[in-house]
Nanobody
Framework: QVQLVESGGGLVQPGDALRLSCIASGGFVQLNVMGWYRQAPGKQRELVATITRGGNTNHAASVAGRFFISRDNAENTIFLQMNNLKPEDTAVYYC???????????????WGQGTQVTVSS
């Protein structure tokens, strides 16, 4: 059973930093593009950042220069370093991954359960 498990969320003040982690586990042969998305109350889920196996990254304009995605392929883990957090960053942050369970089979998308990040003074 493939699982994505996030950790690292919490309540912080504006200007603080947090580091989110997401580890993929279970039976799979290939972990492709991974990323972070977020969903604020009353809003649609939006892309935060993605990273390929080779380390190519893409960050949303709203977080560019403040958030940094990274990846440890050996540990099947991605991270999101969030600096200078703002109240508008408050959301549930979800890990996403394109995973191939078996060679010769199509890959598919998986989601974690989400971790809450609240930025408030």
């Amino acid at each position: 059973q493939v699982q994505l498990v996030e950790s690292g969320g919490g309540l912080v003040q504006p200007g603080d930093a947090l580091r989110l982690s997401c580890i993929a586990s279970g039976g799979f042969v290939q972990l492709n593009v991974m990323g972070w998305y977020r969903q604020a109350p009353g809003k649609q889920r939006e892309l935060v950042a993605t990273i390929t196996r080779g380390g190519n990254t893409n960050h949303a304009a709203s977080v560019a220069g403040r958030f940094f995605i990274s990846r440890d392929n050996a540990e099947n883990t991605i991270f999101l370093q969030m600096n200078n957090l703002k109240p508008e960053d408050t959301a549930v942050y979800y890990c996403n991954a394109d995973i191939r369970r078996l060679w010769g089979r199509d890959s598919r998308e998986y989601w974690g359960q989400g971790t809450q990040v609240t930025v408030s003074s």
